[in-house]
């Protein structure tokens, strides 16, 4: 695995070391020609030419003396290095199983480039802290839960959040809605009359989060994309991850890492026929839209018991 000492080996500029001679394409990392922290993959392919730079990660090519192509991915924000040795690893593992001088190893490095220039975008402004913690909520659900049960393509395409569908996962003819609160509360906010609704029964997962110091070895959003990452094996998985993550407007940015939570408690409740909430039905037409809390030491005749 590529970690930043790794790249901290570089000394000066254009100093570069193979990733793994055991790996079957000539992959490097280092240092470019101006200094800047690099990945490099040289072979022969044609370059394409629809490939670009992004604002985090310059994109060039020269060629060898050989007449092979050398491709060089170089970070222009050293502060992102944590993130690009993750995107480095990702190429790394993809094209592991590929032959040398594959026609398709130049194209499945740039096809895994092209989805990570979704996260590896600047961001002026950052989510707020609800939001991360809603986010937070919904990557630890999908990787603590669901993936271990349906696998990742399935709980990928089950993670409808990010798409401003009405519940945050739907799968197997049942869903799940995530909410994120801080550990000293007694009430949940529903934030939409459909939010809850359903002819189907459904579950409503509540996370209790504490708020930590930076240095503590929690949970941040950071890390929680990085660790979903390095569990997603198929290319077309990790796109369709990416993309529902630009969806929530997430990109990478160091100042996430100061957003640290520690989780407390995760409580799970049957939304069935008698369940406490809002029903369209129920209310008067005039009645468009609304907001409403629950209060949760309410709930205990919903609480489930056992995880299935």
Known sequence: MIDILDFKQARHANSWRRVNVKHPLDIYIG??????????????????????????IELTHYKQKDDRISMVLSLTDHKYLRQFCTFCNDIVNSTNTLKSEDISEYETICNILVAWQKMFRIQT?????????????????????????YGVSRAISAWTGPDATKKDFSINETWYEIKTID????????????????????????YRMEKM????????????????????????????????????????DPLYDSYVYDVK?????????????????????????????????????YKVRLWS
Do not use: C
């Open 31 to 56: 240092m470019d020609v101006t200094g800047r922290y690099a990945f490099e993959y040289t072979g022969r392919f044609h370059i394409n030419k629809s490939i670009r730079s992004s604002s985090l």
């Open 265 to 301: 408690s995760i409580d799970r409740f049957w939304v069935s026929t008698d369940f406490p909430r809002l029903k369209r039905k129920n209310l008067h037409k005039a009645i468009n839209s609304a907001t409403y809390e629950l209060t949760i030491s309410e709930l205990s005749d």
């Open 183 to 206: 550990t000293a509360r007694n009430s949940v906010r529903i934030s939409s009359i459909e939010q809850l609704e359903s002819d189907v029964a459904g579950q409503l997962i509540i």
């Open 125 to 149: 402004t950052l989510l707020s802290e609800n939001e991360i913690k809603g986010l937070i909520g919904e990557l630890l659900f999908l990787r603590n839960e669901l993936i271990p049960i």
């Open 213 to 252: 110091a930076s240095e503590f070895s929690g949970i941040t959003i950071n890390s929680l994309v990085e660790s979903l990452m390095l569990i997603i094996d198929l290319f077309t998985d990790k796109e369709l991850f990416m993309e529902k993550l630009a969806h929530t407007r997430y990109r990478f």
